[in-house]
């Protein structure tokens, strides 16, 4: 009884550890997948995102809800914009850490505003924002990501807010 009780248990405890090991292996490779995705994001090489960003890809925003990125030729769009705005644009991943098909990020962007950001002229001022998020990898690829930031830490820093107080129009 004690010999079969040892088996069972090593049987038992070896099969923890096999399964341990390839949820390891899958969340250092999801890992890899979305540093990789942060690279060439911040390279704005737009050919290779299509390797590491799925063609179905969605984004979810608090600081931007009226934008709507629901695949990967908007995501796209959205990079060329973002890059008009803020073409010495700089990504600094932080830190990267998996659960299963998820990897969180900590990530630091930063550059100097050259072009008109939505309806804020360009200012010629640099900011610097951290910003996190959660990615959800599938297939290979990032098939959805949710990030938030903070708008009024970077449009104090771009001179955009406060906003300015209008010119006296009425003459006093």
Known sequence: MKTKLFYLSTILFLGILGCSDSSYDLEQKNKE?????????????????????????????????????????AFKEFLKMDRQSIPDQ??????????????????????????????????????????AGVHRIENGKIAETWVTWDNIAILTQLGHFP???PENTDGE
């Not at 997948?33 to 979810?60: L, P, T, W």
């Not at 299963?100 to 010629?124: C, E, K, R």
Request: glycine letters at 8%; charged letters at 20%.
């Open 33 to 73: 997948i979305a540093a990789k995705a942060f690279e060439v994001v911040g390279n704005g090489n737009f050919e290779e995102i299509d390797n590491y960003i799925s063609q179905d890809y969605k984004r979810y925003c608090q600081a931007t809800p009226n934008l709507k990125i629901e695949s990967l030729d």
């Open 90 to 131: 700089k990504l600094d991943v932080k830190m990267l850490v998996a659960e299963g098909d998820l990897v969180a990020f900590w990530a630091t962007y930063s550059g100097t505003q050259t072009g008109q950001m939505g309806p804020f002229p360009p200012s010629g001022k640099t900011a610097k924002l951290d910003f």
């Open 163 to 165: 906003p300015p107080v």
